[in-house]
């Protein structure tokens, strides 16, 4: 469940990086009353937080499907 919860903040952080890059829009902004607004902050913290996270994905054991 927190595995998949933190793909899905990663994700989402990096579709809106996509379209900073692309069209210098920030749609968690555009959606959250701007980048300083509280709640985009949340938001952008909880992206980074599951992308720290998501680093221990690199250091896991996979399960070998048969």
Known sequence: MMDRLALLL???GALNWGLIGLFQ?????ALLGGQAS???RIVYSLVGLAGA????FLFREREKVQ
């Open 38 to 40: 509280v709640l985009s």
């Open 53 to 56: 996270y998501s680093i221990s």
């Open 10 to 12: 990663v994700i989402i």
């Open 25 to 29: 829009f920030d749609l968690v902004a």
